[in-house]
């Protein structure tokens, strides 16, 4: 199979960072260096500087039995003490850790010394309900503090938590508390979303119900926050409210330390097939990255900046970037429960606005969104204390990204596109904001430390201008561990492909440019082939979306008789764009349009004009679902889509 994917689009706008940024920035262009001279030398020492070790470890990497990595192995930390109690015992008690905003508009400010009191009180209570060291524990909870906690007493114990997104489903719920055996589940009455209170404990109670299949149920005990003040049923002898324990709790409680390659947390994603693949991840090599990249990308000065990342704690970017890294690094950060349209359009910009934000995170799919509501409703607020912007999840197109830049970071801010997985745990590929000329649409470079090569089948490097599979070459401290309880599956899904190299492959598709920088081409298996020549998703969504009336657009291949594979396109319009043209006339002028921007061969045979895209929770595109309505097939499973009537109304426009 030839594995070459051709490349089409150009892209020579840069942007270097100022000089004053430059100046005052973290990380400058030695760290590429030192990074260089001795990789394992310098993950040590990031490891020694960032985080506190109860014992110092003196091994750094075993690779003895690959692909399974001990990172720190002899060192002993506590992931909780590192992330709250140092900083308290440095005198920082008194700096806000969390600006809590509600989407009812309730707001908290907790600052370390009280969120250490509060977490400390938690672990007293989760030890009273019998959880220990290597005890799961499941979180089903809002964007509330009281998520942001419950990780971190989870983690204290040594124990290992398994989040599941508030979003998800009863049985999504049941089928992950039983894979990972979970003692405790925490989670709420309900949160609030887009205006509306939402039911959360409703489904632990039918996750939990017995079903008669004999299956022995592991959980012994409910913690529940309340939240939304909805009715619930109770079960006196399980269920717990949180406020009838938690303050009452004794406030002491001293951190022991555990050893590095200790579980941390299990976070499922789901695959390409199957069932859930439940990504496990330890305690001392996800931490050092977590710490790491969150300093050294996000340039953060924590006794200055308002860090803000939008993802929820149920990703693993809520995870690592609103929860480990920022902690760890005391930063202060915002924390917002609800969707970016409520009350109305403008939220985020209020928020930003409100805690004065220096750095936000977000993913390309809210970019976008907010593109197609036009610039006027950021412009109406003074998002002026912005000085870096971040993207992760999608390859974000060079338009979307120019939007981002002009519009939300006032033209100034750098862009730091970030790429990684829930399975690489941390930042892998990302520009340095003080150091690299940035490009629209390219992630650029592996960070210091990282080592990252785009290969064909036989894990040989494509080399500059050429495109091919993305792989790690080298172990890193936030790999994944495994997969909870099939390490065979682990095995097959990342190391089998390129086995004889040893090389980790990540399943997406990427391409080096003339200077070697990095660009995401989608997941391989999006690839299409159309006459003969492999065209990404990813290049051809940019050139819709870089026309003006494009707000976004999916791309797949379907079956063609002349062709093999033929490129169909689902296109969002502007919403000013929709009132001025026919839909039948724009479809005509994208298809000409991708045919002069990048090529005949990438012009879509059809444009469908539609009013949303299918989606996951966490915002990424489900183009198989697409793929069954370019072919005219009966639509496949919807059950992870955000939306599941989307796909009827898509089906509906397109016939
Ligand atoms: C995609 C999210 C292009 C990619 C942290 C990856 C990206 C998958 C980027 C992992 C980026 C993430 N540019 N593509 N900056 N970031 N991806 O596990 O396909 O939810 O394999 O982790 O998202 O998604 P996950």
Redesign the pocket.
């Known amino acids: 199979m030839n594995q070459q994917i051709d490349h089409l689009l150009n892209e020579d706008r840069r942007f270097a960072p100022s000089s004053q940024f430059s100046q005052d920035a973290v990380a400058g262009p030695e760290l590429y260096d030192e990074a260089q001279a001795d990789r394992l030398e310098f993950w040590a020492k990031q490891s020694r500087d960032l985080l506190h070790w109860h014992t110092p470890f003196t091994n750094v990497l075993d690779w003895t039995s690959p692909p399974f990595a001990k990172w720190f192995d002899d060192g002993e930390l506590n992931v909780a003490y590192n992330c709250l109690d140092r900083h308290v015992e440095a005198g920082l008690g008194d700096r806000v850790a969390l600006h809590f905003e509600g989407e009812p508009g309730d707001t908290r400010t907790i600052t370390y010394a009280e969120l250490t009191d509060e977490v400390k009180r938690l672990a007293n209570v989760l030890e009273g309900f019998g959880v220990g060291r290597g005890d799961r524990v499941a979180i089903y909870l809002p964007m509330i503090p009281e998520a942001i906690a419950s990780l971190l007493a989870v983690a204290r114990l040594g124990a290992v938590h398994s989040v599941v997104f508030g979003g998800f489903s009863a049985d999504s719920l049941r089928s992950r508390i039983d894979d990972a055996g979970a003692k405790v589940v925490i989670t709420a009455d309900g949160g609030y979303r887009k205006g509306k209170a939402s039911a959360l404990k409703v489904n632990v109670d039918q996750a939990l119900a017995d079903r008669g299949d004999g299956e022995q149920l592991t959980v012994e005990k409910v913690l529940v926050v309340r939240r939304t003040e909805q009715e619930v049923d109770w079960d006196g002898e399980r269920d717990v409210w949180w406020h009838d324990v938690v303050p009452q709790a004794s406030g002491e409680h001293e951190a022991q330390a555990f050893p590095s390659e200790n579980p941390l947390f299990i976070l499922y ?1 789901s695959g390409t097939t199957g069932k859930p693949k439940g990504i496990l991840h330890t305690s001392g090599g996800y931490l050092t990255q977590a710490a790491y990249t969150h300093r050294n990308v996000f340039d953060l000065h924590p006794e200055t900046d308002v860090y803000w990342c939008t993802a929820d704690i149920g ?3 809520g995870h690592t970037y609103a929860t480990y890294g920022p902690l760890a690094n005391g930063a202060t950060q915002v924390l917002y429960e609800g969707t970016p349209e409520f009350p109305e359009p403008g939220r985020w910009w209020d928020i930003i606005e409100k805690y004065g934000v220096t750095i936000f995170y977000t993913a390309p799919t809210a970019v976008r969104s907010f593109m197609k509501q036009g610039r006027d409703i950021p412009l109406q607020r003074d998002l002026s204390s912005l000085r870096l912007l971040g ?5 974000i197109n060079p338009e979307a990204w120019m939007w981002f830049r002009e519009v939300i970071g006032s033209g100034i801010t750098p862009i730091v ?6 399975e690489t745990g941390a930042i892998m590929i990302s520009a340095l904001p003080g150091v690299t000329e940035t490009k629209p649409g390219s ?1 650029q470079v592996p960070l210091p430390g990282i080592s990252i090569d785009v290969v064909d089948e036989k894990g040989e490097p494509v080399g500059n201008d050429a495109g091919g599979m993305l792989v790690v070459t080298e172990p890193w401290p936030s790999m994944l561990r495994g997969i909870w309880g099939d390490p065979d599956r682990f095995v097959e899904t990342y190391w089998k492909m390129f086995a004889d190299k040893g090389f980790y492959f ?3 598709g990427a391409r080096r440019d003339e200077d070697g920088d990095i660009w ?1 081409l989608g ?1 391989v298996d999006d690839v299409m082939n159309v006459s003969g020549h492999r065209l990404s998703t990813a290049e051809i969504e940019s050139a819709l979306v870089a026309h003006e009336a494009t707000a976004e657009a999916a791309v797949v291949g379907a079956n063609d008789e002349t062709t093999g594979q033929a490129v169909v396109a689902f296109v969002i319009l502007k919403e000013s764009f929709l009132k001025t043209h026919t839909a039948e006339g724009l479809a005509e002028a994208l298809r000409q349009w991708v045919g002069t921007q990048i090529g005949p061969i990438a012009r879509p045979r059809d444009v469908y004009i539609v009013g949303e895209l299918p989606k996951t929770r ?1 915002g ?1 595109i489900m183009r198989r679902l697409l793929r069954d309505v370019a072919e005219g097939r009966e639509v496949g499973d919807t059950q992870t889509l955000a939306d599941t009537a989307v796909m009827s109304v898509i089906t509906k426009q397109v016939r």
Do not use: C, I
């Open positions: 994603t990703w693993v970017t993207s992760v999840g999608e390859p596109d970030t790429w990684w997985q829930t992630a990540a399943g997406d995401l997941r966490s990424k």
